[in-house]
C-alpha cells in the first residue's frame, strides 16, 4: 500500500510559477513510475506528466511541454512538478498517482492516488 500526499497548490496570476510536491509512505518509492494528472470543472481526468523510477526518463502532455518540469527525490519518497509561465486553462486539481507496472498514461493504469491539490490561475 502506498499513501501520496499532494501539497504546494494554490491560487496564481497568468505566468506566475508554482511547484508541487508530492511526498509517498512507505520505503517501496523507487520502484514506482510516478505521475501527475490533473481535473478541471467538468472534464475528464487527464495525464500531465510521468517520470520513471530513476528519474532518468520524463514524459509530458503537449500542453505543459516546456513550462512544466517534473523529477524526482527517491531518498525523500517525493516527487514534484515545477509550473512555470501559468495560464489560466491550468486550473484544475492536479494528483499524483503511482505505477509500478505499466508506464502508462492513463489514468486507469495507475494504482494509487493522492486526494489532489487545487491549482488556480487567474487571468
Known amino acids: 500500500q502506498v499513501q501520496l500526499v499532494e501539497s504546494g497548490g494554490g491560487l496564481v496570476q497568468a505566468g506566475d510559477s508554482l511547484r508541487l510536491s508530492c511526498v509517498a509512505s512507505?520505503?517501496?518509492?523507487?520502484?514506482?513510475?510516478m505521475g501527475w494528472f490533473r481535473q478541471a470543472p467538468g472534464k475528464e481526468r487527464e495525464f500531465v506528466a510521468r517520470?520513471?523510477?530513476?528519474?532518468?526518463?520524463?514524459d509530458y502532455a503537449d500542453s505543459v511541454k516546456g513550462r512544466f518540469t517534473i523529477s524526482r527525490d527517491n531518498a525523500q519518497n517525493t516527487v514534484y512538478l515545477q509550473m512555470n509561465s501559468l495560464k489560466p486553462e491550468d486550473t484544475a486539481v492536479y494528483y499524483c498517482?503511482?505505477?509500478?507496472?505499466?508506464?502508462?498514461?492513463?489514468?486507469?493504469?495507475?494504482?494509487?492516488w493522492g486526494k489532489g491539490t487545487l491549482v488556480t490561475v487567474s487571468s
Open positions: 517520470i520513471n523510477r530513476s528519474g532518468i526518463t520524463t
Open positions: 512507505g520505503r517501496t518509492f523507487s520502484s514506482y513510475a
Open positions: 498517482a503511482a505505477d509500478r507496472d505499466t508506464w502508462s498514461r492513463l489514468p486507469g493504469a495507475m494504482e494509487y
